[in-house]
């Protein structure tokens, strides 16, 4: 209609135009008001919800030998397992030494160039394991002196494949996506948690030992002898409201990644079928996972060592990018930083490919990649050009 | 309503608090996001856009970042910044290329010719003085109808007028509107 095109040139208007349009804008009656009003309010609730985690997570303490609040942080800390309570959200992490039976690795999702630590450790009293730590940069010591520690992870942040730029004119803000896409990844970040044998509330009481395969080298915290022990794969009760099986613990995964990320970082990790083998009997490798079920209840495996997360943070003035959007998948881009806010250069571009899963027709994580904070930087400018 | 108004009723009820700060300010809010939406949004987009600003308002109420201030111009501004995300968003995903085949391109060639005149801001101050010109209530009239796409309907409940009268008003208003225009060279 010719008489519409006349008052499309209004749009993009200046104050004092916007004021006049205001006045002739309609009134919103009653009834669109308390609809608004409604949708308004959720959306509100759901922002309130997102701040307020993110501010608890800043209140995350962190002292010499022991860090509270595990769930919420993110960067190497060396903890002290707590060994005499009864029941416990369990810590420990890393496994020292040439681990190889979880194949964490081999099943790292995004090819992260982050190493193992090379590790030479003798049999210590878990409770001496002494941390320093000062922000981003950890050293850890054992207090026998044949341990000999070397963190190769904390000198290499970022994974070794080169970011690729999408395109300026595939770029773009989707609120909406960008929600997801970030919700998404927080519920990522406490995954991480479960991938280090942290995060889940067990019963120390509760444990069970196997004779480990002799093909495989591990070291396991044994909470019946407060010992760190070579050779031996020590299981603990797992507890968790949330996971009373291994189906449970595949469909929490499941919620969050996609069939493919699941299989690549979980698809080894869990075993069961073996209910016939009596403790201190030889657990074969192929049994020798990060979950089992025994004898009708849910064990997880107890790796010797510490770990922990720094608090991760996330910036409202700085909105997730969306990019190579399809039907079926996107990737998105946001700074992430450890405990406060601040420049580009002391953030983490983090790159998460999504893609629409057809088994819950919903998005799930397929990728995740860090790359420096500045690539962020540059897409913002992008965006924003 | 003032700042320490806006904190006495936020003290007293905040869902109250919420109510009146969009009953006062939602027009203001719809008619920035509206502004910047019309042409690539639908009706969902605008009003999912205006939940948006106010619910990022109401975190701001939390923070007392409203209660000191021009309570008005911050609002303005976040109702602006959001819609601006949402347009490029919207755009983006739109990807708004028109072919020289469309009907839409054929329309935009044959119509009244703008290129030749004041662009932009002068071009919309006119276009509104002209049209305020023709008095209330057909200017509201116009203004609802082709920049706001109510139907003729709504605008009679909003003029306290029939549907019937609202359409041949808006016949009538149109035609006094072209003459202006064509008075300061804005021609078909």
């Known amino acids: 209609m010719k008489e519409k095109e006349i008052f499309d040139k209004l749009v993009n208007a200046e104050d004092d135009t916007m004021d006049i349009l205001t006045d002739m804008c309609p009134e919103i009656t009653d009834a669109e008001l308390d609809r608004l009003l409604a949708v308004t309010e959720r959306k509100y609730k759901m922002k309130k919800k997102d701040k307020d985690r993110a501010e608890k997570d800043n209140d995350i303490t962190m002292s010499e030998n022991e860090v509270s609040g595990v769930e919420r942080v993110r960067r190497p800390a060396w903890l002290t397992p707590i060994a005499t309570a009864a029941s416990v959200v369990l810590v420990a992490g890393i496994v020292l030494g040439s681990v190889i039976m979880l194949n964490r690795q081999a099943k790292s999702g995004n090819g992260s160039g982050v190493d193992q630590p090379a590790v030479t450790a003798t049999t210590a009293d878990i409770t001496e394991i002494t941390t320093t730590g000062t922000g981003t940069s950890v050293t850890n010591t054992a207090s026998t002196t044949q341990t000999t520690t070397e963190t190769t992870a904390e000198t290499t942040l970022y994974t070794t494949v080169p970011f690729v730029a999408p395109a300026a004119e595939d770029i773009y803000v989707d609120n909406e996506l960008g929600d997801i896409a970030l919700e998404l990844f927080k519920e990522y970040d406490e995954i991480d948690l479960l991938r280090n044998a942290a995060g889940v509330e067990v019963d120390t009481q509760d444990g069970l030992r196997f004779a480990a395969d002799p093909e495989v080298e591990i070291w396991s915290t044994c909470y019946d002898t407060h010992q760190g022990e070579k050779g031996i794969a020590y299981y603990i009760h797992v507890t968790d409201s949330r996971f009373s099986c291994l189906e449970d613990i595949r469909r929490y995964l499941r919620s969050v990644l996609s069939e493919g990320l699941y299989e690549r970082l979980f698809g080894d990790s869990m075993a069961s079928g073996f209910d016939e083998l009596e403790q201190n009997e030889v657990l074969d490798k192929e049994h020798m996972k990060q979950w089992i079920e025994y004898r009708g209840k849910l064990y997880q495996y107890c790796p010797y060592g510490g770990w922990g997360k720094l608090p991760v943070v996330f910036s409202d003035s700085y909105p997730v990018i969306i990019a190579d959007k399809t039907e079926t998948s996107c990737t998105a881009y946001f700074p992430e930083w450890y405990i406060e806010v601040d420049n580009f250069e002391n953030c983490v571009c983090m790159e998460v490919k999504l893609i629409l899963d057809p088994e819950f027709n919903d998005w799930r994580i397929d990728n995740v990649q860090q790359f420096e904070g500045r690539h962020y930087g540059e897409l913002y400018d992008m965006i924003n050009s | ?188």
């Not at chain 2, 203001?28 to 605008?46: A, H, M, P």
């Not at chain 2, 601006?84 to 060639?109: P, V």
């Open chain 2, 1 to 188: 309503m003032n700042g320490s108004e806006l904190k006495a009723l936020y003290n007293a009820s905040v869902s109250d608090c919420h109510r009146a700060l969009m009953q006062e300010y939602g027009r203001y809010v719809y008619s920035i996001v509206f502004n910047k939406l019309r042409l690539c949004g639908t009706r969902e987009d605008i009003e999912e856009c205006f939940s948006d600003v106010f619910a990022d308002i109401f975190i701001k109420l939390d923070d007392n970042e409203l209660m000191e201030g021009d309570i008005k111009a911050l609002i303005g501004t976040v109702a602006k910044r959001t819609a601006i995300d949402r347009f490029r968003s919207l755009t983006a995903a739109q990807k708004h290329i028109i072919s020289t085949d469309d009907e839409d391109m054929e329309r935009l060639a044959s119509d009244i010719s703008v290129e030749a005149h004041a662009e932009g801001s002068e071009l919309r101050r006119l276009l509104l003085s002209k049209i305020r010109e023709l008095g209330e209530p057909d200017a509201t009239i116009l203004i609802q109808k082709y920049y706001y796409n109510l139907k003729s309907e709504e605008i009679a409940g909003n003029v306290s007028m029939t549907a019937s009268s609202v359409r041949s008003r808006c016949t009538r208003a149109m035609e006094k509107l072209r003459v202006k225009l064509a008075e300061i060279g804005i021609t078909e």
